[in-house]
Nanobody, 116 residues
Framework: QVQLEESGGGLVQPGGSLRLSCVFS????????WGWYRQVPGKQRELVARITFSGTEYLESVKGRFTISRNTAKNTISLQMNSLTPEDTAIYYC???????????WGQGTQVTVSS
């Protein structure tokens, strides 16, 4: 059984920063993508940032503010979030996509709230 544990969410004022972390319970084989998604109630889940072998992708609204990184040796994915705005408020989910149509792994989600 593979578990993804997320941490780092919380309440922060506009302009503040948070760093989200996701650790895997074990090494995952056939990884094709490492990413972070977010979802607001009543809206579709959206890609925030993702690392693939083709490069790194970011949601347009977070470019220049968020940075995704991974540490293969430590089985972790991180998301550094700077200059946060209320529009960044959402539940953030860690995701690991696998190649050859294999199923994805998802974290339980961590709440990020940006408010004054």
């Amino acid at each position: 059984q593979v578990q993804l544990e997320e941490s780092g969410g919380g309440l922060v004022q506009p302009g503040g920063s948070l760093r989200l972390s996701c650790v895997f319970s074990t090494r995952i084989s056939n990884i094709a993508a490492w990413g972070w998604y977010r979802q607001v109630p009543g809206k579709q889940r959206e890609l925030v940032a993702r690392i693939t072998f083709s490069g790194t992708e970011y949601l347009e609204s977070v470019k220049g503010r968020f940075t995704i990184s991974r540490n293969t040796a430590k089985n972790t994915i991180s998301l550094q979030m700077n200059s946060l705005t209320p529009e960044d408020t959402a539940i953030y989910y860690c995701n690991v996509g696998r190649s050859a149509g294999l199923g994805d792994y998802w974290g339980q989600g961590t709440q990020v709230t940006v408010s004054s």
